[in-house]
């Protein structure tokens, strides 16, 4: 019987600055850059499969992952942005190169697919989209202000229409964001992408489907020209994907984005 060698390794926080983390077998232990005292602790699983810690202190929220190294073991302790962490899901690379919500490309490259309209969804019923849960975002590419509809094209679901005040609109609009709302299918097996986006554009026909979120999309004109792209995410619950997207989204922009009514 051997007991487990405690090892000194690097922490390396956003920023450039780093610090110390004890390690034993495949846990690590650490001070968070916020200064409290109790250790943050964490663990690595091989093969390429670093759990993340988040710093319980209130609006500390830091994150880090245990980087592993030969023999399995940590090699040091990262801090990730929550950016980094949701596009890249378990793999938890970081990429500090620029903004993901800046362009199509961007969010292609963070693992999203599809980017097909609105309208050719509504035709095919969503024949495209993966059965899988995940999250999927509605994109608009155009440079052009904004058109608020009076009355909105969405299905009256219980007899309720989904029209909102224009003011409503305007104020909820998120100049220069490319990404208008951020949905999830999931975690129950018979919520996937396609059944989700397929109720969503039903409702963007008219259809009375209960799919209140993402309604505003549907009070702007020419919204059967705006994307929709999707990410499955096999090995993470939706719900945490979608809250980190969300989260990055009003980092950036301060505000959730256009079509998102809640946390
Ligand atoms: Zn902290």
Not at 81 to 96: D, F, H, Q, T
Not at 212 to 220: P, T, V
Not at 235 to 253: G, H
């Amino acid at each position: 019987m051997s007991a487990l060698k405690l090892r000194i390794i690097p922490v390396n926080f956003e920023g450039g600055e780093s610090g110390q983390a004890r390690s034993e077998g495949n846990n690590a232990a650490w001070i968070c850059r916020c200064g409290e005292s109790i250790p943050l602790l964490g663990r690595c699983f091989p093969p390429n499969n670093p759990s993340e810690t988040v710093c319980p202190v209130p609006k500390c929220g830091r994150r880090y992952i245990v980087q592993l190294g030969p023999g399995n073991r940590p090699y040091s302790v990262k801090e990730i942005s929550p950016r980094s962490c949701a596009l890249a899901e378990m793999n938890c690379v970081v990429s500090r190169s620029g903004d993901f919500f800046e362009n199509i490309d961007m969010i292609r490259q963070s693992g999203f697919d599809g980017f097909v309209t609105i309208s050719s969804l509504q035709k095919s019923n969503c024949r495209e989209v993966p059965s899988d849960p995940g999250v999927y975002l509605v994109v608009r590419t155009e440079a052009a202000p904004p058109e608020f509809l009076n009355e909105s094209i969405g299905g009256h679901f219980k007899g309720k229409t989904p029209t909102v005040l224009v003011s409503v609109l305007e104020s909820k609009w998120v100049d220069d964001a490319v990404v208008l709302y951020i949905g999830k299918a999931g975690p129950d097996e018979n919520r996937t992408l396609k059944t989700r986006l397929n109720e969503y554009m039903q409702f963007g026909q008219g259809t009375p489907i209960g799919h209140s979120g993402g309604r505003f999309i549907w009070q702007l004109g020419g919204s059967g020209n705006l994307l929709v792209c999707w990410k499955p995410t096999p090995n993470t619950d939706p719900r945490t994907v979608e809250k980190d997207l969300i989260q990055q989204f009003q980092a950036v922009y301060k505000k959730l984005p256009f079509a998102n009514i809640y946390h």
